[in-house]
Nanobody
Framework: QVQLVESGGGLVQAGGSLRLSCTASGRTFSRYATGWFRQAPGEEREFVTA????????DYADSVKGRFTISRDNTKNTVYLQMNSLKPEDTAVYYC????????????????WGQGTQVTVSS
């Protein structure tokens, strides 16, 4: 089992950047695929990006391709989401998720979730 804690959210102007972090407890985090999701007010939670356990493969939602980058440092039990060229429509609570099944990167189905961090992009 793994516990996830997100950090790095905040308020930023359109066109700006933020880097989110997701730090996990547990010694086996390096075996977990990890993803980021977001949920805007009144909307369903949506997939943003995911990365395999070793970091060799990633997947991105079309809406963030070319602007967001997921990476991980398994020595620090941490996954990052670098968000550039932010738009007001990126405003949402961002959630980190993890799953021991490698297919989670493509199915976008994760078993473990963090509490979320708020990202607000002003126009």
């Amino acid at each position: 089992q793994v516990q996830l804690v997100e950090s790095g959210g905040g308020l930023v102007q359109a066109g700006g950047s933020l880097r989110l972090s997701c730090t996990a407890s547990g010694r086996t985090f390096s075996r977990y695929a990890t993803g980021w999701f977001r949920q805007a007010p009144g909307e369903e939670r949506e997939f943003v990006t995911a990365i395999t356990a070793a970091g060799g493969a990633t997947d991105y939602a079309d809406s963030v391709k070319g602007r967001f980058t997921i990476s991980r440092d398994n020595t620090k039990n941490t996954v990052y989401l670098q968000m550039n060229s932010l738009k007001p429509e990126d405003t949402a609570v961002y959630y980190c998720a993890a799953d021991p099944r490698w297919v989670a990167v493509t199915t976008h189905e994760f078993d473990y979730w963090g509490q979320g961090t708020q990202v607000t992009v002003s126009s």
